[in-house]
Structures are given as C-alpha cells and as structure tokens.
C-alpha cells in the first residue's frame, strides 16, 4: 500500500463535511429557530454588552426578547424594551424608541417609565421654537400674575404721589421761607439720590432704627416719596408758567390766594401737565420692576425667576411684550386725556 | 368815597408815584393820562391793594385800605379776609383781559359770586346772565374765552367785574390791547356803564373818549400829577405845560 492512511482519512471527512455544512447552514437559513432563545440570557447578555459599550450587539439582544405567553411573567421583557428604548433615544430613533414604549403600555398601560420616555420623546420631537411657545403658555399665567403686582404698584403710586407732589410744589412756592425751604431739600434729596437706593434704605434701613416694613408697604412708600418729588417740580413749573395776570384778575374780585389757587390757576395746569406727568407715569411703570430688589414678585422678578429656571430666553421677550402693552395703554390715555382738556382752548 | 393821602409807591430807585393825592366822590368819572411809565396803573392798582404803597394813606368810604392801625397807632398788615373783602367791593378791568381761559364765558362771569360771595349757583347765574345782557353777550355765554375777540373778551371782563356789584370801577388801559376797529364797543360799554352814575376810575390813552366821559381828568408825568382838571381845559389851545403840550400832540 502506497497511500498514507492519514490522506484517505482527510478525503473521506471531506467528503462527509460538505453535506453537513449545507444541512447546518440550511438549518440556519430556512428553518426558523426551533425554541426562542432564554430570555433571561439576552437580558443579562445585553447589559453586559452595554458595560463594554457594544450597544449595537445590547440592542440586538434586547430587541430579541419576545413578548411573554400568556401566563408568564412580563418582567423580563419589560425591562429590555425599557433598554432597547433608551439605547434608540440617545442615537435620537424616536420612532423606534417610541415603538418600545408602546409595546411595554399595551402589555402593562400603567408602566411609568414608559409613559415618562414617551414624553421625553415627544419633547425631543418638537422643535425649539414650539418648545418655547409651550413654555410662554406654561409661564404666562405666572406673569399675568405678577404683571398685576406691577400695576397695584403703579395705580397706588399714581394716586398718592400726585396729592403728595401737589403739597410739596405748593410748599416750594411758600412765601415763608421755612416751609419753602423744608419743601425744597425734600426735593433735593429725593430726586438727587437713585431710587434703589431709596427702596434699600427703606427696606433695609428702617428696621434697625425699630420700624419694620413688609415688602409691599415699602415699596409704595419708597416709589410715592420719590415720585412726588417728581411731580412736584413738573406741577411747580405748571403753577409758576400760568400767566401772572390770572393771580391778578382773580385777586380783584376779591378771591383769596387759595381760592384762586384752587379755582383758577390749577385747574389751567391740567392740560400742561399731562404730557410730563404721563411720561413719569411711563417711567413709574418701568421702575416698579426697581422693587424686586426688595422681595416683591412683580413682572420683572418673575420673569427672571422663570428665565433662571428655563433658560428660556422668549420669557423676557414676553415679559417685554407685557411693558410694551402696559405703557401703550398708558401713553394712548394721556394723549386722549390731554385731548379731552384742551377743548377751551382756539386751535 | 375814595380818599388818596400822598401815597408814595417805589421800585428800587424809581419812585412810580411820587406823593400823590386824589379825592373821589361818588358818581364821579375820573381819567388819568399820561406817557407810559408814568405811574398810572400803579396808582390804579394801589386802589385795589394789588400793590403795597410804600407810604402815604388810601381810604375807601373812610376805611384804609390794606392796613389797619395796631394799639400803639402803628400801621398793620390788613388780614387776608379784610384785603379780599376790599377787593371784592371795586371792580376792577385790565389791559389784556385776564379772562379765565379754562371757564366759560357765564361761569366767569359767575365766579365771583359763586366763590367770593357764595351766593349759590342759581342766584349766580340770574346775576351773570344779566350783566352778560347789559354788555350785549348772552348768545356767547356757553363759549370759551379763546373763541372771542378782543373786544368781546373785554366786555366779558367788565361784565365779570360788575357782577360783583362794586362800588368803583378801575380800568386800567381798557382798550390798549384791541384791534382799532374793536375799540368802539367797548368804549360804548364803558359810556353805558357811566350813564347809569357808576363811580370810575380810568387809565386810557383815548383822548376823544377822555374828553367826552370826564367829570375830571388827571395827566400824570414821573409819578406825580402835573395837572389835575376839567377836560376841556386841559385840551384847550391856552394849555402852556410843556409836558403835556408835547404829549398831546403826540397823541392827537
């Protein structure tokens, strides 16, 4: 014999390999898989995959965890949607991460963790812009809130800063000079200091010498001191600009100084009053947002709080929209108002 | 009834009105002349207190006027309330009106006694209505003062003076600040109001009505009177004060 046992041997298994192959491979390729794989298995599998960072081959075996019989228990498949969903969240599938959510709901429709990242994948879905549209509609009860904080602020300084101002420009024009003199460093300290400053004395200041002021009332009294000084320069310059001779004329027939105040020369400096005293109106509207260095929530405040939650920089721009329509309201009344008294007057 | 004791108003150096006496009796039309400067409405203000004098003595039906004498015979500031009482019994008409522009001309002419007299707003109103009658403007009463003429704001301003019902009236240039053709009618008003033997105080520079109109006429220079007579004396051609012949042919 002159052939190597060892050869025969090779060619036989040759001969005998290939059929097997093709049995193995047809077995692989056309018959499906006689029992699904342990789902437990896969589970472990993947999120060990995972700690190597081999998401591709984690997904792959999450995703071939099937849906439990009936009767069985459903943990395990939840758990890996749950982890397929989020591995497909982060390379931003919504679609298929939501398909994962919504297999776990229809088997469990109470599973929060599948509710909370179908909202993630929602909120991921929506673009920026409606992101802050929703977040401006989340927020605007907020400000509307606080914006009718800033305008108690502005009605109640209104009120009280006019009859303060008109006091103290009468008092300016005193012929005794005391009380003259009094007025006038009223007004010099209160228009020659900034109003912040005023707010911190007030708030801040008093307490130590024993009168403690909640936020509120602080505000007012801080805005009204410092706004009738204001008012009463500007209702000072009306008083002085009405012609002398009405003084004069309403003297001689027998009126006295202040019934002619009250009855002739004031009431000719309404309309003259109107356009400057609007504009500190304006300007009042903008300096309430002054008092949130004091703990008020008004606009300003608010807005900031939100804007420092959110990062949302449409927030201000709402609260901007807000001021714009406060001090178009305003600025249309006085303009109608000074209309209104001008009617004496031959244009 | 008005008694001037050599009143003596100055401003700084300017002596304004330099001693001056004047007696009025009732019934009387007094017109005083004069350049510009020379006093006159000072004087005529001075009447009314609108002007403190500096010395000298004014008494109304013989009451002084601003000033009351204190125990140790001194002169005293008169109390506001004496002061307006006074004012509120002379009338008085100004150069540029003095309307109040914010008011209708009726409720001008209603202040003073709605406020000065508080004699309520009916019986205001009957007295309004009826001088606005007699200057000839009741189909203006609803119209503001910035709606009239010159010489229609006037006649409102006389009208708001006699609703007081004074016992004098002072016309300080009435029709100064008119239009020449505005002139008439309230010259015409002033001759009505002189017909009915209001007693009258005027500073004009109408020669013509000055002539016609006064019982007396006073032409002032530098604060003093430099003559002091009746009219057709001081217009006569034998007039010899150099002053005033100057003046007259000036103005003339």
């Known amino acids: 014999m002159t052939s190597r046992p060892g050869n025969s041997c090779l060619r036989h298994g040759a001969l005998l390999g290939a059929p097997c192959l093709i049995l193995l491979f047809g077995t692989f390729l056309f018959a499906a898989p006689a029992a699904p794989e342990d789902p437990y298995a896969l589970l472990a599998q993947g999120t060990r995959l995972i700690e190597d960072g081999r998401l591709d081959e984690a997904l792959e075996r999450f995703q071939k965890v099937s849906p439990p019989e009936a009767g069985e228990d459903a943990g395990v498949f939840v758990r890996a949607r749950m982890e397929a969903a989020k591995i497909l969240f982060s390379r931003q599938d919504y679609e298929t991460s939501a398909k994962m959510c919504t297999d776990i709901l229809s088997l469990l429709p109470d599973n929060l963790e599948a509710k909370n990242m179908l909202t993630r994948i929602q909120a991921a879905q929506t673009p920026e812009w409606l992101k802050f549209l929703k977040d401006m509609q989340t927020y605007l009860p907020t400000l509307l809130k606080a914006t009718g904080m800033t305008l108690l602020l502005v009605l109640i300084t209104m009120l009280v800063s006019p009859l303060l101002g008109l006091l103290i420009a009468l008092g300016r024009i005193s012929r005794i000079n005391m009380i003259a003199s009094f007025f006038w460093g009223y007004i010099w300290l209160f228009r020659g200091t900034p109003l912040l400053l005023q707010l911190f004395f007030i708030y801040y200041g008093l307490p130590p010498l024993g009168i403690t002021l909640k936020p509120f009332t602080a505000a007012v009294i801080g805005l009204g001191l410092n706004y009738s000084a204001y008012l009463a320069e500007i209702m000072r310059g009306a008083i002085e600009s009405i012609d002398k001779g009405q003084m004069e004329s309403a003297k001689a027939i027998g009126m006295t100084y202040w019934q002619a105040m009250r009855r002739i020369i004031i009431p000719q400096t309404y309309k003259r009053l109107v356009p400057p005293v609007g504009n500190e109106f304006i300007a009042l509207i903008k300096d309430t947002a002054l008092v949130s260095t004091i703990a008020m929530v008004e606009l300003m405040r608010a807005a900031d709080q939100i804007f420092n939650a959110t990062f949302n920089i449409f927030i201000l721009v709402q609260a901007a929209i807000i001021y714009l329509i406060l001090t178009s309201i305003f600025t249309l009344s006085f303009k109608r108002l000074e209309d209104r008294l001008g009617v004496y007057e031959n244009r | ?252």
Request: proline share 5%.
């Open chain 2, 1 to 252: 009834m008005i008694e001037l004791k050599s009143v003596v108003k100055r401003f700084g150096d300017l002596t304004a009105v330099d001693h001056v006496s004047l007696s009025i009796k009732k019934g009387e039309k007094i017109v005083i002349i004069g350049p510009s400067g020379s006093g006159k409405s000072t004087l005529l203000r001075m009447i009314n207190f609108l002007e403190k004098m500096d010395a000298g003595q004014i008494l109304l039906e013989g009451k002084p006027v601003g000033y009351r004498t204190d125990k140790q015979g001194r002169p005293q500031l008169d109390k506001p309330a004496v002061i307006c009482k006074l004012r509120s019994e002379i009338g008085m008409v100004f150069q540029h009106f003095h309307l109040f522009p914010h008011m209708t001309v009726l409720a001008n002419v209603m202040e003073g006694p709605l406020t000065v007299k508080k004699l309520g707003r009916e019986a205001s109103r009957t007295i309004a209505l009826d001088q606005l009658g007699k200057v000839g403007l009741l189909d203006k009463q609803d119209a503001y003062p910035a709606f009239l003429s010159g010489g229609q704001k006037q006649r409102v301003a006389i009208a708001r003076a006699l609703a007081m019902q004074p016992m004098i009236m002072l016309f300080d240039e009435p029709t100064s600040a008119l239009d020449p053709e505005l002139v008439g009618e309230v010259l015409n008003t002033i001759h009505a109001l002189a017909e009915e033997g209001m007693t009258m105080l005027i500073v004009t520079h109408q020669m013509g009505f000055a002539r016609e109109l006064a019982d007396r006429v006073i032409f002032m220079d530098n604060g003093r009177f430099i003559f002091e007579g009746h009219p057709a004396d001081l217009f006569s051609p034998d007039m010899e004060h150099p002053r005033i012949k100057a003046f007259l042919a000036k103005i003339l």
